[in-house]
Nanobody, 117 residues
Framework: QVRLVESGGGTVQAGGSLRLSCAAS????????MGWSRQAPGKERQFVAA??????SYADSVRGRFTISRDNVANTVYLHMDNVKPEDTAVFYC????????????WGQGIQVTVSS
């Protein structure tokens, strides 16, 4: 069965760094568009970053600060966050989508990231 398990969340001060990991099982991350989304309290879920093959995409709010990467051997996707801001505080979700467009096929359970000022 497919599982996406996030780890690496927690509390970090503004301006600091944090790396999230998404360990996948039941699918190969090399075959999917892997991504990260987040949802802050009272707000809609928003796209953060994605990687498909060697192509990456980022939300404007995180471009230049966040980096998505993939380790095919470890079957793991990462989100490295630099210069985090209080507005980055949210539950972050790992996502997977087989097709080029459409809804995500799989979601992780989410992990809390809190940025303190």
């Amino acid at each position: 069965q497919v599982r996406l398990v996030e780890s690496g969340g927690g509390t970090v001060q503004a301006g600091g760094s944090l790396r999230l990991s998404c360990a996948a099982s039941g699918l190969s991350v090399s075959d999917y568009r892997m991504g990260w989304s987040r949802q802050a309290p009272g707000k809609e879920r928003q796209f953060v970053a994605a990687i498909r093959g060697s192509d990456t995409s980022y939300a404007d709010s995180v471009r230049g600060r966040f980096t998505i990467s993939r380790d095919n051997v470890a079957n793991t996707v990462y989100l490295h966050m630099d210069n985090v801001k209080p507005e980055d505080t949210a539950v972050f979700y790992c996502t997977a989508r087989l097709r080029r467009a459409g809804n995500n096929d799989y979601w992780g359970q989410g992990i809390q990231v809190t940025v303190s000022s």
